[in-house]
């Protein structure tokens, strides 16, 4: 068995059965059965890895250039001999600010489910084991595994984004706050923000059409009474989507009221520069006319003259101050 076979077991009647080591002949067991299905788990295969299981259960070869390629948006394919559904599961690293996502590509097929991931965000371990704790949904066969699969994915969505909610009011917390920040770190965030924001959506938003697709029934290997089941995780997909639209409109509008006041502060620093250099003006220019070194001016004969100057432009400068202080501007 390739080594990038990560869990490989045959289900009979939602349960856990031992059967052959090799998933050829644990496939071959499980159609001469007519009640069972194999689940086979596979973490990041090269050509010559995939090309046995390839073979093995018939996938299309479009569909394994896609699983090998990897980088493909989640869709929904049906061929003659299997389904093919890709995922874009999502991780967001609260450290670094910074969303991740994996993909997880779904084969199903008659009495097979084969599950392809690439990247650390696809783990299914969970899934698998959460399915083999209830027996009634697994025994619904290959449909109950892209259900659970699909389901876990989209919650993990809504898990994201509330995480990503809680950081983007610290950053609004930011952008508001009192005492200014650093200018340039907090619009620096916002754009890496919204840059994880638009990550999140090219994971989320690809994926509405083909769940609706498996919700609306109608599709091969997929039995019709799992349409209330997808239909749920399609409105929760709805629900995610909605949640990072919110977030991407919330991003917007911080960005602006972020360059709103950076306006209004240097707006601020210009009329107090201003008005500190019309205090200087009025001493520099009286200092100036006196500095012309004339001999016939009034006040150079009286005694007054130099004292009397320098409390004018005393005088000036306090009712300037004043003035601009009343104004708001200093």
């Known amino acids: 068995m390739p080594r990038v076979i990560v869990d490989c077991a045959i289900y009979r009647d939602g349960r856990r059965t031992e059967g052959p080591d090799d998933f050829s002949d644990a496939l071959a067991e499980a159609r001469a059965s007519g009640d069972a299905f194999l689940w086979v788990g596979i973490h990041e295969p090269s050509e010559q890895e995939f090309e046995h299981v390839s073979r093995e259960f018939g996938l299309h070869a479009l569909a394994v250039e896609d699983a090998l390629t990897a980088h493909q948006r989640p869709k929904l394919e049906v061929y003659d001999d299997s389904l093919f559904v890709v995922l874009k599961p999502v991780l967001y690293d609260d450290a670094n600010d910074s969303v ?56 993990h969505y809504i898990d994201v984004a509330a995480e990503l909610q809680a950081d983007l009011e610290e950053l609004e917390a930011e952008v508001f706050a009192p005492v200014p920040s650093d200018a340039k770190n907090t619009a620096a965030r916002i754009y890496g923000f919204k840059r994880q924001v638009l990550e999140f959506r090219r994971a989320t938003s690809p994926l ?123």
């Open 100 to 155: 991740t996502t994996g993909e997880l590509m779904v084969f199903v097929g008659d009495s097979f489910v084969v599950t392809v991931r690439h990247g650390e965000g696809a783990a299914l371990a969970a899934v698998r084991h959460r399915l083999e704790q209830e027996p009634d949904v697994l025994k619904h066969g290959p449909t109950a595994v892209l259900y659970a699969v699909a389901d876990a994915v989209v919650d």
């Open 208 to 330: 509405l059409q083909p769940m609706d697709r498996l919700a609306s029934g109608n599709v091969p290997f997929v039995h019709d009474h799992s349409r209330p089941f997808f239909r749920d995780v399609s409105d929760h997909l709805t629900k995610a989507n909605e949640y990072i639209e919110g977030l991407d409109r919330l991003l917007s509008d911080a960005l602006a009221a972020h360059l709103a006041q950076m306006g209004v502060r240097q707006n601020d620093d210009m009329r107090k520069i201003s008005a500190w250099a019309a205090m200087a003006a009025v001493p520099t220019m009286v200092a100036g006319i006196y500095g012309m070194n004339f001999e016939h001016m009034p006040e150079l004969g009286q005694w007054w003259g130099y004292p009397g100057v320098l409390v004018l432009m005393a005088l000036v400068c306090v009712g300037l101050h004043r003035l601009f202080k009343r104004r708001g501007w200093l």
